[in-house]
């Protein structure tokens, strides 16, 4: 599982960061919105190191093989 960071900046908008996946920083107006939109940006990311064939943190939480 991948550990979501979520602060409010002085000027009232709040800041959600991955730590785990370096540049996965997002910014929102509420705090869901900011959540939503690292959340979007990490699949993203992830999506992009697998077709790259980089290496992505343990996603065994994410997937059930049925």
């Known amino acids: 599982m991948l550990r979501v960071e979520i602060e409010r900046e002085e000027d009232g908008r709040w800041i959600a960061e991955i730590p785990e996946l370096p540049g996965v920083v997002t910014y929102g107006t509420t705090k869901e919105e900011a959540q939503k939109n690292v959340e979007m940006l990490a699949l ?5 190191r697998l077709e790259h064939g980089e290496t992505v943190p343990q996603l065994g939480g994410l997937f059930v093989m049925a």
């Not at 993203?44 to 992009?48: F, I, K, N, S």
């Open 44 to 48: 993203r990311v992830l999506a992009d």
